[in-house]
């Protein structure tokens, strides 16, 4: 294998393309599926601390483009970036909306790739249900139960 492996994943998002565009964009609408802090919006070359403080984790990301409705891309982790790319598509009423992670270069790029491609499917899954239903899913969180910190293991 000499391509470099990739992450991608994708879900319909029953809701019109600028709600979920806005999704992403805003941390406050964020936060309800995803990360749980972001320190600002997305704007074309800023860039914005998101933290995951149930891991205690976090990490700096530089946008790099963002057409509204349509795609942004950023750039991931800045000690070690990857590319992040999230392209939105109106289908009808819905949304079609795509991730796409590229650039790993750690000890097992293949297992980095999959890793990524998981979590991605359970952000977009968790954008889903919240946008939809208005149900804040907890994906993210229990996906490794065993890393918590202590105040987040009886939320």
Sequence with gaps: MNDAPVASAGMLI????????????????????????????????AVVRWDWEMYGA??????????PDRRILIDWDLDAPTEVEWRFEARGKHTWVTVTNRGFHGEDPVAEALDSAGGFALVLAGAKIWLEHGIAPGFVEDRHPDHLKAEWTDR
């Design 14 to 45: 029953r809701k019109p393309v600028d709600e979920v565009f806005e999704a992403f964009v805003d941390p406050t609408i964020t936060t309800r599926f995803w990360f749980s802090r972001g320190s600002g919006r997305l704007a074309p070359g």
């Design 58 to 67: 976090g990490s700096d990301v530089r946008v790099k483009a963002l057409e």
